[in-house]
């Protein structure tokens, strides 16, 4: 008869004395530690719901309009900085922009322009949005950016 197996049960058979005869020790006695592991990240996960309620639609209607226009459409450019492209909330590089008022930035956006460092694409480079749209998209910028 091969002993080998039984070894180790003669050391760990004092402590387990249950586990002696099987390969593994029983599930009870590993069990409740991977247990826990495995409940960690559960508990965790309710943490990421939390971040898009700071990115939520603002409470005015023409705010949360003009967020959603500028999501979809003027984003690519904006959130970057791309050739200069202001950031909605980046006081520093609004700060001189918006003493033109709303309208007038909102006029230069649908027409399209040429700036010191790069140029703003007429209705940021989809025509089927309407002057509202940009003009709502233009308020959410600048509400975001004083
Ligand atoms: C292809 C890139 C691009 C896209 C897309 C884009 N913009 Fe711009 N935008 C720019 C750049 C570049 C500037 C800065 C030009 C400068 O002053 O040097 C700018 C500037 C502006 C300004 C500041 C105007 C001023 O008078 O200073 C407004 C407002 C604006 N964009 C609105 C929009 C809106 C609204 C959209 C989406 C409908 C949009 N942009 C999409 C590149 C873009």
Known sequence: MNMKPF?????LGLVFLGAC????PPA?????????EAAA???AAPAPAVAPVAEKAPADPKLAAGKAVYD?????????????????GDKAAWS????QGVETMAKK??????GKVGAMPPRGGNATLTD?????AVSFMVDKSK
């Open 72 to 88: 979809t459409n003027c984003a690519a450019c904006h959130e970057a900085g791309m050739m200069g492209a202001p950031k909605p």
């Open 41 to 43: 990240p559960v508990a």
């Open 132 to 136: 509202e749209a940009i003009t709502n």
């Open 96 to 99: 001189a922009r918006i003493p």
């Open 28 to 36: 009870s006695l590993k069990f409740p530690e991977e247990k826990k």
């Open 109 to 114: 956006s649908i027409a399209g322009f040429q």
């Open 21 to 24: 005869g099987l390969e593994k």
């Open 7 to 11: 070894l180790p049960c003669l050391t």
